[in-house]
């Protein structure tokens, strides 16, 4: 009896396609991600070069005779100009890190000196919104050999966070240490606020890149989500961890944990 075309069909030999390894998966992966860094560094280079140049005559032009709305219209610009250019330098060092170009510099320095400095700056920010702010930073904590720059940088970015996200209730910035033993500590600081918090299906995804918490959110509150995975990644370059508890219309605490040395006695 002959099988109908159908019959034969459905009863022919399945062929299985055929599959890229998984080692091709993950170079191609790879290879997107560098040439994506790439991209963005290139472009960013490329945007600073004449904002910096509105920026330098936006400055000459402040310092002419103007009437009042002038002089409003050049702060204005100025303003704008250096808001921009902190964005186009965030995703030069996001491209840099990526790519692996960006290293560390260890020096001598005190973590009392990098939150006097920050406090110093953030908390008329805290006052103007009418926050309560705390500040706690523990006496006993060593010189320490750090890459001041870059802590100071990643404490900036969530500071900042916490003061945009929060209305009413408090931000605080407290700083202590862990000591390991004669020579290691780890440096720890925490960043608390009673703001808007964040959903615990968000918090696995807070740290990646480009990344907000809701769409809702980025439209009120503005950002590009550069901060938070950029701060993760300057972290792990110092050898570091990062990690935030919250809970929504509570508030949030990140923790920020980074091993470091004392500097060893002159002679």
């Known amino acids: 009896m002959r099988r109908s075309t159908a019959q034969r069909r459905r009863n022919a030999p399945k062929t299985v396609p055929k599959t890229a390894n998984t080692k091709d998966y993950k170079a191609m992966s790879e ?21 910096n140049a509105i920026m330098g005559f936006a400055q000459m032009l ?73 500040f706690e930073c523990d006496a ?28 009413t209730g408090f931000v605080a910035l407290k700083t202590s240490f862990k000591r390991l033993n004669d020579n290691e500590v780890t440096l720890i600081v925490e960043i608390a606020d009673s703001g808007i918090g964040i959903s615990e299906d968000k918090l696995p995804h807070i740290f990646d890149v480009f990344e907000q918490a809701d769409n809702s959110i980025t439209r009120r509150y503005s950002g590009l989500g550069i901060g938070l995975g950029l701060s993760r990644q300057i972290v792990v370059l110092l050898g570091g961890k990062i990690r935030v508890q919250s809970v929504v219309d509570e508030g949030s605490r990140f923790f920020i944990e980074i091993p470091a040395t004392i500097p060893k006695a002159k002679s």
């Open 31 to 51: 290879s997107i991600i560098q040439a994506k860094s790439a991209f963005i560094g290139n472009i960013s280079h490329e945007i600073r070069t004449p904002m």
């Open 140 to 167: 006993a904590i060593p010189e320490l050999n750090l890459d001041c720059d870059k802590v100071e940088r990643v404490v900036s970015f969530i500071l900042s966070n916490a003061i945009k996200y929060t209305e």
């Open 62 to 134: 402040q310092n002419t005779p103007l009437n009042e709305a002038q002089a409003d219209y050049v702060n204005v610009i100025i303003d704008s100009g250096k808001k921009l250019l902190l964005i186009i330098s965030n995703l030069l060092d996001l491209s840099n890190l990526q790519l692996g170009k960006n290293s560390l510099d260890l020096k001598p320095c005190h973590p009392r000196t990098i939150s006097d400095k920050l406090w110093q700056h953030f908390q008329p920010l805290i006052t103007a919104k009418r926050l309560n702010p705390v």
